[in-house]
């Protein structure tokens, strides 16, 4: 399956939207339209952080495990996402790019490595209903981070 990828840009410096990414229990705040019930192992931040989500998809749901595989500071945060009873492997990418006159572009790739067969033929929906779903998040984002580009309390 083709990855799906979704940006905003926010005013915010890298260095403030990293802080705030890094803190694994953060990402419930803006993702809990599609993610719930959500638990916590390992470090509060950086490689080797993770969750453990129930996702809501329709009338399906899916337990699926989360790990921080990858933090380079202030650029990218690699997360890979264990689901289907690990039937299903996929990496979230968190990019982050200064803009040229300040703020960040964040950008969010979901990229499948290995995708149940009943999940191959929905392709076309699954990524449709996570494009709009991953695009919500960031917006969700954009309204969570400090406004006065301070850094975020950890």
């Known amino acids: 399956m083709r990855p799906v990828?979704?940006?905003?840009?926010v005013p915010q410096d890298r260095e403030t939207v990293y802080d705030f990414l890094d803190v694994m229990s953060r990402?419930?705040?803006?993702t809990d339209h599609m993610l719930r019930d959500w638990t916590y192992a390992?470090?509060?931040s950086g490689v080797g952080a993770?969750?453990?989500v129930s996702v809501r998809a329709g009338r399906r749901t899916?337990?699926?495990?989360?790990?921080v595989v990858e933090a380079v500071r202030p650029v990218r945060l690699v997360?890979?996402?264990t689901g289907a009873g690990g039937r299903r492997v996929a990496y979230?990418?968190?990019?982050?790019?200064?803009?040229?006159?300040g703020g960040t572009r964040i950008t969010f790739s979901y990229a499948w490595s290995r995708v149940?067969?009943?999940?191959?033929?929905?392709a076309p929906l699954v990524r449709s209903l996570l494009r709009r779903g991953n695009a919500r998040a960031l917006r969700r984002l954009a309204a969570l981070l400090p406004a006065d580009g301070g850094r975020p309390a950890r």
């Open 27 to 30: 990402h419930e705040s803006f």
């Open 42 to 44: 390992g470090p509060a």
């Open 5 to 9: 990828t979704v940006s905003v840009n």
């Open 62 to 67: 899916d337990e699926v495990g989360i790990e």
């Open 116 to 122: 149940p067969p009943s999940e191959r033929l929905a």
């Open 92 to 101: 979230g990418t968190y990019e982050l790019a200064e803009l040229p006159d």
């Open 79 to 81: 997360e890979r996402n």
């Open 50 to 52: 993770k969750a453990t």
